[in-house]
């Protein structure tokens, strides 16, 4: 099954991640964004269910956006450099933005996300 385009919004209908993809089998939780030189603005990657992540062998720094089971903001990790781990109680995803990104978009702990198919738009 192809990973569709989705497109990740708050509730007060703002655009959080134009581009976001859905790494939700085992196979694309492990590659992650791994073997990227970058994440350009506007696109993401959701990885459920994912409590913790790691930047391992990345290339640049990303925002780690640790989410419940409701897509309600946990915490934000911004900057998050190679090399590093981080994981958060109770989050059941994590949405990796281009580093800084969460900051340009407003993104705070209690914000509800929803996913919404870029072709329903």
């Not at 990973?3 to 007060?12: E, G, H, V, Y």
């Not at 581009?19 to 073997?35: E, K, N, Q, Y």
């Not at 994912?50 to 911004?78: C, E, K, N």
């Not at 109680?89 to 914000?111: I, M, S, T, Y």
Request: charge should be positive; charged fraction near 30%; hydrophobic fraction near 45%.
């Amino acid at each position: 099954m192809p990973n569709l385009p989705m497109i990740l919004r708050d509730a007060r209908g703002r655009d959080i991640c134009e581009r976001c993809s859905v790494a939700d089998r085992p196979h694309t939780r492990m590659r992650g964004l791994l073997g990227r030189a970058d994440l350009p603005a506007g696109e993401g990657l959701l990885l459920r269910p994912a409590p913790s992540i790691h930047t391992w062998f990345m290339r640049f720094p990303i925002d780690a956006v640790f989410l419940d089971a409701h897509l309600r903001v946990l915490d934000v990790i911004p900057e998050m450099r190679p090399w590093r781990m981080a994981g958060r109680r109770k989050a059941r995803a994590v949405l990796e933005l281009a580093g800084g990104e969460a900051e340009r978009r407003g993104l705070e702990p209690g914000d509800v996300l929803e996913l919404v198919p870029a072709d329903a738009v």
